[in-house]
């Protein structure tokens, strides 16, 4: 079999090599003629056969078919000068050769509504424009052929029914009805998604192409983007060989040419190409006499799809991270001149491994002739997800770039997009592909390391609380790290490294994932009880960190956010809205003097939520500097019952109850060291976080460590916290609130000051929803487990029918009890209403309970001394 690929690889090669040697010459025969280009005739009003626009709303860079998307649905939407700009001619990059695959299928949450919209909208391109997009829907089944594997199925299924998504969990017989021809030998399960399929990536390019040019977009080709110039009011001036159009805003979805793009304007973006292989062959007899065409398959264990072709079969395989190949001089290098429907040498020793998984599973290809094999450039991030949005610290410069998959999501990432741009918000919660979740951290040999594992891990097991090692600790570590590392499970967020739960002897140490409880979950109740009873240290460095000052910072912050700004030596939470009213991120802000503020948000909304506060401040004007302090101030959380008596022993100051009072901050001396103390906990424990430079955090995390020896002190991680906060009733930006969220449904009225002066960002939309009234709100559940936890995301059932989704779970070490919060319509969520809530194929009773399970450290204090004062 080897020999007979090594023949056809070599045939194949002289073919595309032919194929490349004439379509370039057409090419240059094509170029002018008969239209008039820049420099015949008027110069500059005509060019490539159409008149040449000086000025647009939106230029975009880019004609594979997510640029051409993002086109025809901004010109669809009405907005009346959009331009795309391609190099070569459409298609050119990773959309020509692409395998075309659709499924509505991901384990995201948000991602799913990307795939749904995308494949919703490629139903009806063709009666839509005319232009037939060659979309096949035979559906889809994930192969399980292991427990664990049907176990991942039934964890996504429960994070599925609350969508539109059609999918099935189907057994072995359902598997074997749809797809005759596979061996069933180790067939379990099938996850089943019935529309999805494949579609021709050049016929859909050109239907949306069709489509935005019906609607207005003008669409240049050969017009290849050879500088780009900000200009004073943020606009930009986009060169080309044609001439400079001045555009109000830029969009970079020039796939793997992304970071030659962005150097243009000083931003490497950390995108790199993949080699990527399948394999198409002759008609095979057995295919060819079947009545219906053949679903997708994707064997999750072999680490490939395999889809019908014609009468034959296509197959695409994954390699392991240690035989994939990296186009990585293409990183250094620039893409080499010219490229653009070109392959590479394909390699089948690098694939044969999965040649033959795909054998067994399915046995006609053995006797299958193999005519095309297919090597092509597709873009990897770091974490495989695409980069989509405003670029923060640019004005205007927006991306769509690092698509992996970037058929299935063209359609629906072209909505989204075009929704942000015309309505100034995006249109549903997406922060997982935000542009800015990656900074100069991510180097180069960072960005290769994770495009190998993430290419490996395509078809790994989806755990949830997964972690992925490859290219870590990144130059993000605290002043702790290094004490802390042989400790702790570390965790990863946005480049830093924190603990998620610490080691003890007899533990079982190291990271073992699943969809149970798992090794953390005892070592995690005892962190919990350290807090709850003793004293706890946690390193919180990751917390995005902002200082606003100015003569303006209060009139920006009242418009930036719905809650009062505090007094000086005071702290609050405060939460940003969009226009429209939903919650864009939730800050600590502590006016640390008059006009400076210290803003604290979430480690992965870091460059979100600063890019937001700074469109604002140039939008508006205000005279205002805002600088970004996270990598230089360290965090350390210290709380528990007897965190007052530690921090006592370190400072003259006083710590007392009535000296240093709830949500105060204060400049003091920790151990000789100056930092600031906020009494705050996120915990809802007795609690301060302190706030140091970070080469000064060790030596007072040692000097804690040893003045509470007598008081029992420990360490603590995220998954204690995490715990801690939800029987406690505490929210969680991203989970409970987020831009699919208002906040009064989210239970946020007290942080919600709609009768403050100030006109902030969302009030009216609010105001309106207020006076309409909610269709659902937050409820807080006990769940009836046993060796399974809610998580988040998960389906709530009641009475046979689906009514909601959890928002996050965890489990009480405290009352001994799981929990969840969750979204259910408003007639089910009065206390003592029972629903279902579903985990790993089952669905367990739950109850809605009054919150918090736990009374905070200073409520208990405030019924303490209201009891002693009734006495």
């Not at 360490?715 to 906040?743: H, I, Q, V």
């Not at 403050?756 to 309409?772: H, N, R, S, Y």
């Not at 487990?785 to 029918?801: F, L, Q, S, V, Y």
């Amino acid at each position: 079999m080897s020999q007979i690929f090594n023949a056809v690889n070599i045939q194949l090669r002289r073919n595309v090599y032919a194929y490349q040697y004439f379509r370039r010459i057409a090419q240059r025969t094509i170029w002018c003629a008969p239209q008039k280009c820049a420099g015949e005739g008027d110069h500059g009003s005509y060019v490539l056969g159409k008149r040449w626009k000086d000025t647009a709303e939106t230029v975009v860079i880019g004609g594979g078919c997510v640029g051409v998307s993002l086109a025809y649905h901004l010109a669809k939407a009405g907005m009346k000068d959009v331009v795309l700009l391609e190099k070569s001619e459409l298609t050119a990059g990773s959309t020509w050769h692409a395998a075309g695959l659709t499924t509505y299928y991901h384990p995201g949450i948000n991602l799913k509504k990307v795939h749904y919209n995308s494949i919703k909208l490629y139903e009806k391109l063709e009666e839509e424009t005319g232009q037939a997009v060659g979309f096949h829907q035979p559906g889809s089944i994930r192969i399980a052929s292991s427990p664990v594997r049907v176990d991942e199925i039934k964890y996504q299924m429960a994070r599925a029914h609350w969508h539109p998504t059609p999918q099935f969990l189907i057994g072995p017989e359902k598997v074997k009805e749809l797809f005759p021809l596979l061996n069933m030998d180790k067939v379990l399960a099938g996850l089943y998604n019935p529309g999805d399929g494949h579609i021709d990536p050049y016929s859909l390019t050109m239907a949306l192409a069709a489509g935005a040019r019906m609607y207005g977009a003008q669409i240049y080709n050969p017009a290849p983007v050879t500088a780009l110039a900000p200009t004073p009011d943020g606009k930009w001036d986009v060169q080309t060989p044609h001439g400079t159009i001045r555009a109000n805003r830029i969009v970079n979805v020039t796939g793997f040419w992304a970071r030659e793009v962005g150097k243009m304007i000083g931003i490497e973006h950390p995108t790199i190409p993949v080699h990527h292989q399948y394999v198409v062959t002759s008609t095979v007899p057995e295919v060819k006499a079947l009545k219906t065409e053949l679903p997708v398959i994707r064997d999750l264990e072999g680490s490939y799809y395999l889809r019908q072709e014609r009468d034959g079969l296509l197959f695409g395989p994954y390699e392991q991270e240690e035989k994939m190949v990296l186009q990585d001089s293409w990183v250094r290098d620039g893409v080499p001149p010219g490229f653009g429907k070109e392959l590479f040498e394909s390699d089948l020793d690098r694939i044969m491994e999965h040649v033959e998984y795909a054998m067994e599973m399915v046995p006609v290809l053995k006797n299958a002739d193999i005519i095309n094999i297919v090597s092509g450039p597709i873009t990897y991030t770091p974490d495989l997800l695409p980069m989509v949005g405003p670029h923060q610290g640019v004005q205007n410069y927006w991306t769509a770039i690092g698509f992996g998959y970037g058929v299935i999501h063209a359609g629906g990432m072209g909505k989204f997009l075009s929704d942000w741009i015309m309505t100034g918000e995006p249109p549903f919660d997406l922060i997982e592909c935000d542009p800015n979740r990656y900074s100069k951290w991510t180097t180069v040999p960072y960005l290769c390391a994770k495009a190998r594992e993430s290419y490996g891990f395509n078809n790994v097991v989806g755990y949830p609380k997964e972690e992925r090692f490859a290219g870590r600790p990144t130059s993000r570590v605290s002043g702790v790290y290094e004490l802390l590392k042989s400790k702790a499970s570390m965790g990863f967020h946005t480049g830093w490294e924190q603990p998620h739960w610490f080691y003890k002897p007899g533990d079982d140490v190291g990271y073992k994932p699943s969809f149970r409880r798992t090794n953390w979950f005892e070592p995690v109740g005892r962190e919990c009880k350290l807090v709850m009873e003793k004293v706890g240290v946690i390193d919180l460095t990751p917390f995005g960190k902002f200082m606003v000052k100015g003569k303006d910072s209060v009139k920006l912050l009242d418009r930036l956010f719905a809650n009062v700004m505090p007094k000086v030596g005071l702290t609050n939470i405060s939460h940003m809205l969009t226009p429209s009213g939903r919650v864009y991120a939730e800050v600590t802000i502590t006016q640390l003097a008059p006009g400076e503020f210290l803003l604290i948000t979430g480690s992965g909304s870091e460059l979100h939520d600063l890019r937001w506060i700074e469109k604002e401040a140039v939008d508006g004007g205000y005279d205002v500097d805002i600088t970004n302090v996270t990598e230089n101030i360290g965090v350390l959380g210290v709380a528990g019952p007897k965190s007052r008596e530690v921090l006592q022993k370190l400072t003259d100051e006083d710590m007392s109850d009535a000296a240093f009072k709830f949500l105060h901050c204060k400049s003091i001396r920790l151990a000789g060291i100056p930092l600031r103390a906020t009494r705050i906990s996120y915990t809802g424990e007795l609690g301060w976080e302190l706030y140091i430079d970070n080469k000064d955090m060790a030596a007072v995390y040692l000097a804690i460590m040893e003045a509470g020896q007598n008081e029992g002190i420990d360490n603590f991680g995220t998954y204690a916290m995490s715990s801690l906060r939800l029987e406690k009733g505490f929210r969680g930006w991203g989970a409970e609130m987020n831009c699919d969220t208002n906040p009064l449904e989210a239970g946020l009225d007290y942080f919600i000051k709609l009768n403050k002066p100030a006109d902030f960002i969302g009030k009216k939309a609010l105001q309106e929803i207020k006076a309409k009234g909610l269709k659902r709100k937050l409820a807080y559940l006990a769940v009836d487990t046993d060796d399974i936890d809610p998580e988040g995301n998960e389906t709530i059932w009641h009475k046979g029918k689906v009514v909601g989704n959890t928002t996050s779970g965890a489990y009480s070490y405290t009352k001994q009890q799981s929990l969840a919060f969750a979204y259910l319509p408003l007639e089910l969520i009065n206390v003592g209403q029972n629903v279902e809530v579903e985990l790993l194929g089952r669905k367990y009773a739950a109850t809605v309970i009054q919150e918090p399970l736990v009374l905070t450290e200073p409520t208990r204090t405030r019924l303490q001394k209201k009891a002693k004062s009734t006495v």
